[in-house]
Structure formats: structure tokens, C-alpha cells
């Protein structure tokens, strides 16, 4: 991974065989990111993604393993329990013109993949949610 800040951006290049959530994650850690929105595309080899079923609170996974494009990378960088939270959205399309979509797993880069952070002056960490079943945006009071 190489990275470069301007402003509030960091401009991130991944390369093959980097996963991205892995890197983001050390990312926000070195960086010390405490609040952060995500946005990306790039070329995969492996794609893990999930959806999240609100009845059973419970999360269906779903993995490829073959030449992908990253059509969409959208989310955010909070902090839970002190360390780095990732939440992330992805869609990757494959050779015949199909689409796939959901939380964002695991993405490993096939060629290269190009990563905005924009890093936003606050804080918001996460927190449990019984009802939902999910870790939300929690805003200290």
C-alpha cells in the first residue's frame, strides 16, 4: 500500500494481493482515524461479502474467487472499543456482466486497487445494538 495526504484526503494505491480491509484497517490505526468516510474501485482476484437478515439478526455470506472489477467501495471509519471500525459496502461485477453486492468482508487486489479516505474532524465510536443486532454509530453525549 502506498499513500499520499492531501488536505483531509489520503489517496491510497493497493496493490496485488493486498486485501483491503486488512489495509484499511492498519491504516486508520497508524493514521489514527477516529472518523472517516471510504470511497474506491480497483481489480480483485477473491470478493467476501454478506447480508445482514434483520429477522434472524444473522449475516449470509457470500464468496468469489475470480477476476472481478470493484465497481463500488463506500463507507466509514469510526472507533469502537478504542481501535479502528470499519464499515463497508461493496459491489464487484465479473467477466459475463454480473453484479454482486453487500457488507464488505474481504477483497483481495488483482491488479491495483485506488482508495480515498476522507478524514472528518470528530468522533464517533459504535456501540451494540440488542434490538437490531448490529454495532451503530454512537454519539458520545
Keep these: 500500500m502506498q499513500y ?3 488536505g483531509d484526503t489520503l489517496v491510497i494505491r493497493l496493490d496485488p494481493n493486498e486485501e483491503i480491509v486488512e489495509q484499511l484497517t492498519a491504516l486508520a490505526e497508524k493514521e489514527n482515524i477516529c472518523l472517516g468516510e471510504i470511497t474506491g474501485l480497483g481489480a480483485l482476484k477473491e470478493f467476501h461479502i454478506c447480508v445482514f437478515d434483520v429477522a434472524e439478526k444473522k449475516f449470509y ?6 477476476p472481478m472489477e470493484l ?7 469510526t472507533r469502537m472499543e ?3 471500525y ?3 459496502h461493496a459491489s464487484a461485477g465479473n467477466g459475463s456482466g454480473s453484479a454482486f453486492g453487500g457488507h464488505l468482508k474481504k477483497a483481495v487486489i488483482s491488479a491495483t ?12 465510536g459504535r456501540k451494540y445494538s440488542e ?3 448490529l454495532n451503530l454509530f454512537h454519539f458520545a453525549e
Design 4 to 6: 499520499r495526504r492531501f
Design 61 to 66: 455470506n457470500n464468496a468469489y474467487r475470480e
Design 71 to 77: 465497481i463500488s467501495l463506500s463507507g466509514t471509519i
Design 82 to 84: 478504542g481501535k479502528p
Design 86 to 88: 470499519l464499515h463497508i
Design 113 to 124: 486497487g485506488e482508495i480515498l479516505v476522507r478524514v472528518i474532524d470528530g468522533q464517533v
Design 131 to 133: 434490538e437490531i443486532g
